[in-house]
């Protein structure tokens, strides 16, 4: 659905998209994830085709983005981090104004306009005015005119900031219920949510991709393990230095809190023999401990350890 071919953006002689290449297929929801300033919201505004490339190609829906502007840009919805709205119109207004502009008009303007007030939560605020309304709920307006026509091609740029625990969750639900009829791009910078959400992710950095694998596959293939967490009481070289001794651990950091030393151990081995030998060296030294669990390794360790790992190589799927 869409497919970016050798992609360049240059503003003088600042690259801030290099050669970058990758396809979003139909249904799929692939997380767009880099630093700021990597590219991302740039690569955004070229595939919904409010900028233009210096070089490369982008087809989606089967349409050149310039020969076919037009026709792309009816199967795009396109939601940017700073949303445009117009103040002075109440929701409504603003939502079916805006379904006019792509097209929809009678029953079928009704229908989608019902759809997408339900959807994105506005039924108690779609006759407010539009500047009166939270940062949060002025989002999910946003959200709604880039649902309004039923898009085939879905892109997202931050669509959950400023948005309270409630509508992050309401939003994550609306946004899985895309996949399957919709081909999604989603950036955030709420990683739990990326995980949760996507299929596929891709990780850009100074305009090109560094990786792009399915979350669970990154973590995986970048040999990150998972982590055991024990809180104990005592000296904290002392235990420090015990832990370390215990085959399967390869690093261990100490965290003072109070009369408590909280121990992030890092294992190169199962986790679960750690923890059962923490367990029992904690009881042969006598040692006091309140906590002690694993924690698996998420998208945001393996995000920090490739952006911060110099000389980047691509790490990719089988699809790619």
């Given at each position: ?10 503003f ?8 970058l290449?990758f396809?979003?297929e139909p249904?799929e ?17 070229i ?26 840009r ?17 929701v409504?207004?603003y ?13 079928l ?7 997408v007030?339900e ?12 500047g ?20 085939d ?6 669509p ?5 625990p ?16 919709h081909?999604?791009?989603l ?5 739990t ?13 100074h305009?090109?991709i ?34 370390k001794?215990i ?46 669990r694993?924690?698996s ?6 995000f ?5 790992t110099?000389k ?9």
């Amino acid at each position: 659905m869409i497919e970016v071919k050798n992609l360049t953006k240059r503003f003088g002689r600042f690259c801030a998209v290099d050669n970058l290449s990758f396809t979003v297929e139909p249904g799929e929801i692939v997380g767009f994830l880099g630093p700021n300033g990597a590219g991302k919201t740039t690569t955004m505004r070229i595939l919904s085709g409010y900028k233009v490339a210096t070089a490369g190609t982008v087809t989606i829906a089967g349409f050149d983005i310039l020969r076919d502007a037009l026709k792309v840009r009816q199967h795009v919805g396109y939601l940017p981090e700073s949303v445009p709205l117009y103040a002075e119109m109440r929701v409504k207004e603003y939502l079916r104004y805006r379904g006019l502009l792509k097209g929809l008009n009678g029953k079928l303007l009704r229908q989608r306009l019902g759809e997408v007030t339900e959807a994105c939560g506005l039924k108690d605020v779609e006759r407010k005015l539009v500047g009166r309304l939270s940062k949060g709920f002025r989002q999910r307006v946003g959200l709604a005119d880039t649902l309004i026509a039923d898009p085939d091609v879905v892109i997202l740029d931050e669509p959950m900031i400023g948005l309270d625990p409630n509508q992050i969750r309401m939003i994550r639900e609306l946004i899985k219920g895309l996949g399957g009829n919709h081909s999604v791009l989603l950036s955030s910078h709420i990683l739990t949510e990326i995980e949760s959400i996507c299929d596929r992710v891709l990780i850009i950095d100074h305009g090109r991709i560094v990786a792009s694998d399915t979350p669970s596959n990154l973590t995986n293939r970048l040999g990150k393990n998972a982590k055991v967490i024990a809180e104990i009481g005592g000296d904290k070289d002392d235990i420090s230095a015990a832990i370390k001794e215990i085959d399967g651990v390869d690093n261990v950091v100490v965290d003072v809190q109070g009369e408590w030393n909280v121990f992030t151990c890092t294992c190169v081995e199962d986790e679960s023999n750690v923890r059962a030998e923490i367990f029992k060296l904690v009881g042969k030294r006598e040692w006091s401990m309140r906590e002690l669990r694993s924690e698996s390794c998420c998208l945001e360790d393996v995000f920090v350890d490739i952006i911060s790992t110099p000389k980047l190589e691509t790490v990719a799927g089988e699809g790619e």
